[in-house]
């Protein structure tokens, strides 16, 4: 099964508004990451947020980890029509050879 | 911009033929990974590498195979393709030992008739 699970699973905004995402996930994690991926293409990463950080940013985005919660959010602030694609959160987990392991995605429509 | 590969991009093939999906990075990851993804929908971890002459099973069982003989080339075959096996491949690398990011290729969008 998945490790991590995205919410809300689809989201629909107005050019301009924010856009949050939640990402919830079951076990203790080196670091949570966050990617987006284009209709059809390969995933890209947006960015890394270690256990030991609790928020971090870059450019329009905002990242959340409570660790404690076993919780991430994703924030895009001011959200543009070229933002529309599917935005997935994954989890690093801590224990030797552990592999990384994606969440079930949200995807996210910015109506211009 | 990633330096990870995959060939061929498309790939419409009848049913019970051989294949075999390409995946390169020129990184010098350690860690590998196959995913399969339907339209829409989640990835699923099907195969993963840790190093060369490592392999291991994902949590999606799946009827394909994969090889690491050398650290940038982690190939997918599937020896007999079946209708069911239509399905977009994503191969994606990152660095062992850091922890850090995934990189993905373009995927591979797999038709079997």
């Known amino acids: 099964s998945q490790q991590g699970e995205e919410d809300p699973q689809a989201l629909s905004i107005q050019e301009g508004e924010n856009a949050t995402m939640n990402c919830s996930y079951k076990?203790?994690?080196?670091?949570l990451q966050w990617y987006r991926q284009n209709s059809g293409r390969g995933l890209v990463h947006l960015i890394l947020?270690?256990?030991?950080?609790r928020e971090k940013h870059s450019g329009r985005l905002r990242v959340t980890l409570d660790t404690s919660k076993k919780s991430s959010s994703l924030l895009i602030t001011a959200s543009r029509a070229a933002d529309t694609a599917s935005y997935f959160c994954a989890t690093d987990p801590t224990g030797g050879y552990q592999k990384v392991t994606f969440g079930t995605g949200t995807k996210l429509q910015v109506i211009p | 911009e990633a330096d990870i590969y995959q060939t061929p991009r498309y790939l419409v093939i009848g049913t019970g033929k051989k294949i075999t999906l390409e995946c390169s990075q020129t990184?010098?990851?350690?860690?590998m990974y196959w995913y399969q993804q339907d339209p829409g929908m989640e990835l699923h971890l099907i195969h993963y590498s840790y190093g060369v002459n490592s392999t291991e099973k994902g949590d999606l069982s799946s009827e394909s195979t994969v090889s690491r003989i050398r650290t940038e080339h982690f190939p997918l075959t599937l020896e007999s393709a079946r209708p069911s096996h239509t399905s977009q491949y994503l191969c994606?690398?990152?660095?062992?030992?850091?922890?850090?990011?995934?990189?993905f290729g373009q995927g591979t969008r797999l038709t079997v008739v």
């Open positions: 947020i270690r256990s030991n950080e």
């Open positions: 990184m010098g990851h350690d860690k």
């Open positions: 994606a690398s990152s660095d062992g030992f850091r922890g850090s990011e995934a990189f």
């Open positions: 076990t203790s994690i080196n670091n």
